[in-house]
């Protein structure tokens, strides 16, 4: 490599500006505790980690209380930024913020707030499967039920072949002018945009898909906060050995 050219730097971005409604909770379902922590610091953890990582921005509402957030652990590397409407604003006044920081071909590797369960390991295999991609790409899961696709009146159209459909999961890993470029044409275009890959999509892009683990729940109704806490105490025994 010569010192025109230079590694591209990963950075994270954590969507974490939503109200969660489907929880019914007192307060958004990223501050919700679970045992001694938040969803959020959770979620946080797994990137400040990293050392690979050169920064986190962290996507907050505008009426969250920041002092809320404990930002002593995370070295200068954690920023603040705050959302929008709907997630995808959200994402773009992330990338907006990492546009002043990074350079145009830097990986940005987002990730909702609400997947404390992401196995570190997952991880890593995607940012090794991606790091030389030159589209970028998304972890995803397995579907073990069979899948119905509606038509009119709730009556089924057709059965989808369950071998290639893959539940869409974060993190989802591109470069960070290139999803601010598909961002930004999807979201003038009208286009629901309830993930980066669809961005990627709408501008003709065809990201990869990378198995992970379907431990990686998004924490969306009551019950998700039970499950969650079963996850992670089970990554902790496997970590531990025991
Ligand atoms: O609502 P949903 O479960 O799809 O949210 C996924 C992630 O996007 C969550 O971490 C949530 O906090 C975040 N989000 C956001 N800004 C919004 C809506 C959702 O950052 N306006």
């Given at each position: 490599m010569t010192s025109e050219q230079h590694e591209p730097a990963l950075w994270a971005l954590i969507p974490?500006?939503?109200?969660?409604?489907?929880?019914?909770?007192?307060?958004?379902?990223?501050?919700?505790?679970?045992g001694a922590r938040s969803v959020l610091e959770y979620t946080l953890d797994i990137f400040l980690e990293?050392?690979?990582?050169r920064g986190v921005a962290l996507v907050l509402g505008g009426g969250v209380d920041r002092d809320a957030v404990d930002l002593s652990g995370a070295g200068g590397r954690l920023f603040i930024v705050t959302g929008g409407e709907e997630r995808a604003d959200s994402v773009r006044n992330g990338l907006a913020f990492l546009a002043q920081r990074g350079r145009p071909d830097d990986w940005v590797l987002v990730h909702d707030?609400?997947?404390?369960?992401?196995?570190p390991a997952d991880l890593d295999h995607l940012i090794e499967v991606l790091r030389d991609d030159p589209v970028g790409g998304l972890l995803v899961a397995a579907s073990t039920d069979t899948l119905k696709l509606e038509g009119v009146e709730g009556r089924v159209e057709r059965t989808l072949d369950r071998s290639r459909v893959w539940r869409a999961l974060t993190p989802q890993m591109f470069r960070l002018q290139a999803l601010r470029a598909a961002l930004d044409a999807a979201l003038a275009s009208g286009v629901a945009v309830t993930d980066e890959a669809s961005a990627m999509e709408f501008v003709g892009e065809r990201p990869l898909l990378v198995e992970g683990s379907p431990m990686n729940i998004k924490i969306t109704r009551p019950e998700d906060l039970d499950v969650a806490e079963v996850y992670l105490n089970r990554q902790q025994r496997l970590r531990s050995g025991r």
């Amino acid at each position: 490599m010569t010192s025109e050219q230079h590694e591209p730097a990963l950075w994270a971005l954590i969507p974490a500006a939503g109200v969660g409604r489907r929880m019914g909770a007192d307060r958004p379902k990223q501050f919700l505790r679970l045992g001694a922590r938040s969803v959020l610091e959770y979620t946080l953890d797994i990137f400040l980690e990293h050392p690979a990582i050169r920064g986190v921005a962290l996507v907050l509402g505008g009426g969250v209380d920041r002092d809320a957030v404990d930002l002593s652990g995370a070295g200068g590397r954690l920023f603040i930024v705050t959302g929008g409407e709907e997630r995808a604003d959200s994402v773009r006044n992330g990338l907006a913020f990492l546009a002043q920081r990074g350079r145009p071909d830097d990986w940005v590797l987002v990730h909702d707030a609400a997947r404390p369960c992401l196995p570190p390991a997952d991880l890593d295999h995607l940012i090794e499967v991606l790091r030389d991609d030159p589209v970028g790409g998304l972890l995803v899961a397995a579907s073990t039920d069979t899948l119905k696709l509606e038509g009119v009146e709730g009556r089924v159209e057709r059965t989808l072949d369950r071998s290639r459909v893959w539940r869409a999961l974060t993190p989802q890993m591109f470069r960070l002018q290139a999803l601010r470029a598909a961002l930004d044409a999807a979201l003038a275009s009208g286009v629901a945009v309830t993930d980066e890959a669809s961005a990627m999509e709408f501008v003709g892009e065809r990201p990869l898909l990378v198995e992970g683990s379907p431990m990686n729940i998004k924490i969306t109704r009551p019950e998700d906060l039970d499950v969650a806490e079963v996850y992670l105490n089970r990554q902790q025994r496997l970590r531990s050995g025991r």
